[in-house]
């Protein structure tokens, strides 16, 4: 059985407008995550799913309930840095998260202010570059770099604090097609060789069909927790939540609604040629 990571119980979190009026943007989200996991966090706007990603760092603290990261409760003002340390952060916009004039710089950032001794600094900056695929960029400037190079910089920054958990809250969202892929490789590549419990949010439903496991999230609470093909399956489920479903998974339901039953539903087009071959 898989270690546990991550585990909320009851978490709410609620939001007071100047008017003074609460609005709950969590309403008892109860979710247990293991170790190594690829987990896909869905949801429309409003959802509550950049809400979560920010009370598993301890950005936010629970209105009620808890969150535990590998036991730590966020709560606790003495487990903050812990927390922060085990369970790191890739925000939407990179230019958001550099802070330095140069790459080395900016990834050695994290350990600085962790206090980690400089030798160790140099090592990990090393390691954390290569990792993203960018080595040899050290002494050139983040503002110079393209999208998918600067969110790679930001990812090899939380890197660099040898984190256990990594969440990542719609990375992808302000790259083009290529800056997309290029970070979504190195995304994977976390976690199948290096066995890090990755967290993603996205609003990409063709992001989600490689995953372990896929969180869907609607009005603050779960509403769908399953592998892709078992979340795909309902499909009218998702369409009451506002989301669609992957392309070979909707033509599925198109031949189906026409009377061709392909059996299983696919999840991608390698899925979806796969059964059109069999049934051919």
Not at 88 to 109: H, I, K, R, S, Y
Not at 144 to 162: E, F, P, T, Y
Not at 234 to 241: G, I, P, Q, S
Request: hydrophobic residues 40%; aromatic residues 6%; charged residues 25%.
């Amino acid at each position: 059985m898989k270690k546990t990571e991550v585990v909320t119980e009851n978490l709410t979190y609620s939001y007071i407008s100047e008017e003074e009026s609460v609005s709950f943007a969590l309403n008892g989200v109860d979710v247990t995550i293991g170790k190594g996991e690829f987990v896909v966090i869905l949801g429309h706007n409003g959802s509550g799913k950049s809400t979560f990603a920010k009370l598993l760092n301890a950005l936010y603290t629970p209105t009620d309930g808890q969150v535990l990261i590998e036991g730590m409760d966020t709560r606790d003002i003495e487990k903050v840095w812990d927390v922060r340390k085990t369970c790191g952060m890739v925000f939407q916009n990179p230019d958001n998260q550099l802070v330095a004039t140069l790459v080395e710089e900016d990834v050695a950032f994290g350990p600085e202010n962790l206090g980690i001794p400089s030798a160790e600094i140099v090592a990990r900056v090393k390691d954390a570059l290569a990792t993203v695929g960018l080595s040899g960029f050290e002494n050139r400037a983040p503002h110079m770099l393209s999208g998918g190079q600067k969110q790679r910089v930001a990812i090899a920054g939380i890197l660099a604090m040898l984190p256990e958990i990594i969440v990542f809250d719609e990375p992808t969202a302000m790259l083009d097609p290529h800056g997309r892929k290029e970070v979504l490789k190195t995304i994977h590549k976390l976690n199948q060789e290096q066995g890090k419990t990755i967290i993603y949010i996205t609003h990409y439903i063709e992001e989600a069909t490689e995953a372990d496991r896929i969180l869907v999230m609607g009005g603050g609470r779960i509403i769908l927790d399953g592998t892709p093909r078992e979340v795909f399956s309902e499909y009218d489920v998702l369409n009451e939540a506002g989301l669609s479903v992957p392309q070979a998974t909707k033509l599925y339901y198109l031949l189906k609604s026409s009377g061709i039953d392909l059996g299983e539903v696919p999840v991608s087009n390698a899925d979806l040629a796969e059964e059109l071959c069999r049934l051919l």
